[in-house]
Nanobody
Framework: QVQLVESGGGLVQPGGSLRLSCVVS????????GGWYRQAPGKQRELVALITSGGVTNYADSVKGRFTISRDDAKNTVYLQMNNLKPEDTTIYYC?????????WGQGTQVTVSS
């Protein structure tokens, strides 16, 4: 059974940084695309960033230049470095893994940006 476990969320002041981690178990990252999504209450889940098995990245316009996605296949982990955080970044962040017909989600981690 594939499981994704996120960590690293929390409360941070505007302009601060957080690093989210997503540890994958039950499979490896080989050939997979890893992604981070977020969903605010009453809104649709939106893509924040993704990284392919070849290291190609894609970001939402709202986070370009502030967030960086990376992966360590040896550790089965996908990361999201978030810098210069803004109050509008406050929401739950979800890790996602895709490979062929396999699509898995984590349980989410809360990020709150507030002074």
């Amino acid at each position: 059974q594939v499981q994704l476990v996120e960590s690293g969320g929390g409360l941070v002041q505007p302009g601060g940084s957080l690093r989210l981690s997503c540890v994958v178990s039950g499979t490896n990252l080989y050939g997979s695309t890893g992604g981070w999504y977020r969903q605010a209450p009453g809104k649709q889940r939106e893509l924040v960033a993704l990284i392919t098995s070849g290291g190609v990245t894609n970001y939402a316009d709202s986070v370009k230049g502030r967030f960086t996605i990376s992966r360590d296949d040896a550790k089965n982990t996908v990361y999201l470095q978030m810098n210069n955080l803004k109050p509008e970044d406050t929401t739950i962040y979800y890790c996602n893994l895709r490979r062929g017909l396999l699509v898995s989600w984590g349980q989410g981690t809360q990020v709150t940006v507030s002074s």
